[in-house]
Structures are given as structure tokens and as C-alpha cells.
């Protein structure tokens, strides 16, 4: 195999593994409560990369927040940039015709 195509098979590999960077205790489940144009599993990736964006721009929102104040706290930080990335995955997916419900941690 010549360097070059294990290069980019190396770089797909690596895309694959940062498209899910935002991850969840529970996938949530798709379910069609209009008429969807995408299948659920494209739905869902095109979802996570918005999540993605969202929690990097929360974080950065958040550490130039901090800059103005002085006052940072990483746990703040870490669960503003969560809610905002699944509130963006529940809003993609919702644009995308489905409702993204999620599996209760903890229930019997």
C-alpha cells in the first residue's frame, strides 16, 4: 500500500472518530414526528456535528465571559457547553423531522 492512501485513510479514520465528539450517557432515539428527508442515522451524525460546533462556541462564549469577570470555573464551563450542545442536537433534529428522546439513567 503506498504512503499516500494509508495518509488518507489514516485522516478518514480520524474524521470518523472526531465526528462523535460529543457523546451522551444514552444515544438518544429518533423517532418521526413529521416527514423526515433524512434517515435517522444521517439525521443523527449531521446533528452531532452541529452539537460539536455548539459546545466548542459555548466554551469559547464562556472562557471570554470569564476574561471580563475573573472568575472561571471548569465544571461551569463543562456543563454550559454540554446543555448547549444537546439543546442544539435536540433543535437539529427537530428541524429534521424527528424527536430525540432520550433513555432515562437510573430507571428500573
Known sequence: ???????VISMAAVAVVLAGCVTYDAKPVL????SPVNPP?????M???????????AAQQ???RAQMTGD???????????????????ACASSEG??????????P
Not at 31 to 34: E, G
Open 62 to 64: 464562556y472562557k471570554l
Open 41 to 45: 442515522f444521517i439525521a443523527h451524525v
Open 98 to 107: 424527528y424527536r430525540a428522546v432520550y433513555e432515562r439513567s437510573g430507571s
Open 1 to 7: 500500500m503506498k504512503a499516500r492512501t494509508q495518509v
Open 47 to 57: 446533528c452531532i456535528g452541529e452539537a460539536n460546533a455548539m459546545y466548542s462556541e
Open 31 to 34: 423517532y418521526p414526528v413529521a
Open 72 to 90: 472561571y470555573d471548569s465544571a461551569e464551563a463543562e456543563a454550559l457547553s454540554r446543555d448547549a450542545a444537546r439543546r442544539q442536537y435536540d
